[in-house]
């Protein structure tokens, strides 16, 4: 039976990007490798956005950014301009297509369409067992994440970000098509921390979203009742809706690096390539990505060498055990974050490529202190070895 050299499960944003970049680097010319996904990848099943200074390979493929922001609870607003920064939107189906044209490119890449079984390691190679039967690789980047361990785990937080968003086009101009909404806390808190996210692709046209951080998740009536009410809070008129998405992303500091093995790596949200304490993943996953290409390059055998921790691991904890603990907190936390700094400074912290001394300024702003520094002491306990959930 074939071994290949590499095998890559799961063709979302993560695996697509380590595929892209290894279509693109010579070095794996001769390596055979496989794929495994169980989709077709040719439908716009998401959306993926991020903030970034320089531009990057995926610019190009764009449907839309922006040079202001903007912040808003029932306070007021907070506009801020990003020119260096600009926020950045990705439809899947365009980058899915962009990466199956490299990959269709290269004679030693085969793709199969099947479903994700299971694993086993052996001394010499890893057997990946799927639908459409089983498959041997040398090395494996799995991208197919297993959350209920970490869902249940009593050391480390745990939070959905989940949200329904709508693609509408609306009767009367409403929308400014400069600015994107990050964050729209002026609705019902309701006890938790939700927000709608609205990015205007014109005056009548745009996504809206309505997101929240929580334990619990609503029905989809739900989610589009709130929506509804929305929209009709800005007069929009009449709306038709063009696309609708879901998800549901996993804010948790759980060290998913611990279940990678000597063969086996664990890539994108079940690498822990999620920022806990946000949930964006695509920029992420871009740096991770050529960083992984780079170490197979230089002769990377062992998959566990693969993660750094940092100290963002730290803020991610402080921030999410805040929210875990006080979920009415999150609209005063990132509104300050965002009213307090230079907004630079805040992409920079959220990317993870801020300086310290600009994360204590952030620190020392941020608000509601006390239940900062009660979860900083839980941080201490956890380290020192007690348990701080369960």
Same mark, same amino acid.
């Given at each position: 039976m074939k071994t290949y050299d590499y095998i890559v499960v799961g063709a979302g944003a993560a695996g697509m990007q380590v595929l892209s970049g290894i279509c693109k680097d010579s070095f794996f010319d001769d390596k055979s490798i496989l794929v495994i996904e169980s989709d077709a990848k040719q439908t716009n099943d998401r959306t993926w956005c991020w903030w970034q200074r320089e531009e990057s390979e995926w610019d190009i493929l764009l449907s839309n950014k922006w040079e202001r922001v903007e912040v808003r609870d029932r306070n007021g607003s907070l506009h801020l301009n990003v020119p260096n920064f600009p926020y950045k939107m990705l439809h899947a189906s365009t980058f899915y297509e962009s990466? #199956?044209?490299?990959?269709?490119?290269?004679?030693?890449?085969?793709?199969?369409?099947? #479903?994700?079984?299971?694993?086993?390691?052996s001394d010499s190679s890893v057997e990946v067992?799927?639908?459409?039967g089983s498959f041997h690789g040398s090395f494996v980047m799995n991208?197919?994440?297993?959350l209920n361990e970490a869902r249940t785990s009593r050391e480390h937080p745990w939070l959905s970000q989940h949200f329904v968003g709508w693609f509408v086009r609306v009767d009367k101009p409403v929308f400014d098509a400069s600015v994107a909404l990050l964050?729209?806390?002026?609705?019902?808190?309701? @006890?938790?921390t939700r927000f709608m996210y609205v990015l205007p692709t014109s005056a009548t046209e745009a996504l809206v979203e309505y997101t929240l951080f929580s334990d619990r998740l609503l029905s989809i009536a739900e989610y589009e009742s709130a929506i509804e009410h929305y929209l009709k809070s800005l007069n929009a008129g009449h709306w038709e809706?063009? #696309?609708?998405?879901? @998800?549901?992303?996993?804010?948790?500091?759980?060290?998913?690096?611990?279940?990678?093995?000597?063969r086996v790596l664990h890539i994108g949200t079940a690498g822990g390539w999620t920022r806990a304490s946000t949930g964006y993943t695509f920029y992420n996953s871009m740096k991770q990505s050529a960083q992984l290409v780079t170490r197979l390059k230089n002769g990377m055998t062992d998959m566990r060498t693969f993660h750094r921790g940092s100290r963002f691991d730290f803020y991610d904890f402080v921030v999410l055990d805040v929210l875990k603990r006080r979920n009415d907190l999150g609209a005063l936390f990132f509104t300050r974050v965002f009213k307090s700094n230079p907004i630079e400074v805040v992409f920079d912290f959220l990317n993870g490529e801020s300086k310290l001394g600009q994360e204590l300024r952030l620190i020392f702003y941020s608000k509601p202190k006390l239940q900062l520094m009660y979860s900083v002491f839980r941080y201490m306990m956890r380290r020192l070895g007690f348990k701080v959930y369960g």
């Open positions: 990466v #199956r044209k490299q990959l269709a490119q290269r004679s030693n890449i085969d793709w199969v369409q099947a #479903r994700f079984e299971s694993l086993q390691e067992f799927t639908s459409a991208s197919v994440a297993e964050m729209d806390f002026s609705i019902e808190q309701n @006890g938790n809706i063009e #696309r609708k998405e879901q @998800g549901e992303i996993p804010m948790t500091t759980f060290p998913f690096q611990k279940k990678n093995t000597r």
